[in-house]
């Protein structure tokens, strides 16, 4: 099982938008818990969406209309289109994707995903 692996991150104006994209190792049709969090420098991890086995993806207020998860199952990557980027958008973003069977009977929550299967992170950042 090896890492998610993010890649899209950079610097963005205010206003603007960025997709992070997330390689996952395991076909994607067959994680159960996947989704993706952010931590600002000095501040808790926050896990702004998730997706759990039936493929309902719930968002965290801060960014709810602004983001969009996605997945392409032939190439096992996960996306997150962000729009309307705020400069409190600035954060390193991590993705998790876990495969864990015990995931399709209960709800997905990115805080009780083990460690091995989060990647390693990428950076955004947002200028006013």
């Known amino acids: 099982q090896l890492r998610p692996v993010e890649s899209g991150g950079g610097s963005v104006q205010s206003g603007g938008s960025l997709t992070l994209a997330c390689a996952v190792s395991?076909?994607?049709?067959?994680?159960?818990?996947m989704g993706w969090s952010r931590q600002a420098p000095g501040k808790e991890r926050e896990a702004i969406v998730a997706?759990?086995?039936?493929?309902?993806?719930s968002y965290a207020d801060s960014v709810k209309g602004r983001f969009t998860i996605s997945q392409d199952f032939d190439k096992n990557t996960v996306y997150l289109q962000m729009n309307s980027l705020e400069v409190e958008d600035t954060a390193m973003y991590f993705c998790?994707?876990?495969?864990?069977?015990?995931?399709?009977?209960?709800?997905?929550?990115?805080?009780?995903?083990?460690?091995?299967?989060w990647g390693q992170g990428t950076q955004v950042t947002v200028s006013s």
């Open positions: 998790a994707a876990d495969p864990s069977p015990g995931w399709a009977k209960r709800q997905c929550t990115l805080t009780d995903i083990p460690e091995k299967y």
């Open positions: 997706v759990g086995a039936d493929g309902t993806a």
């Open positions: 395991t076909q994607t049709d067959s994680v159960y818990c």
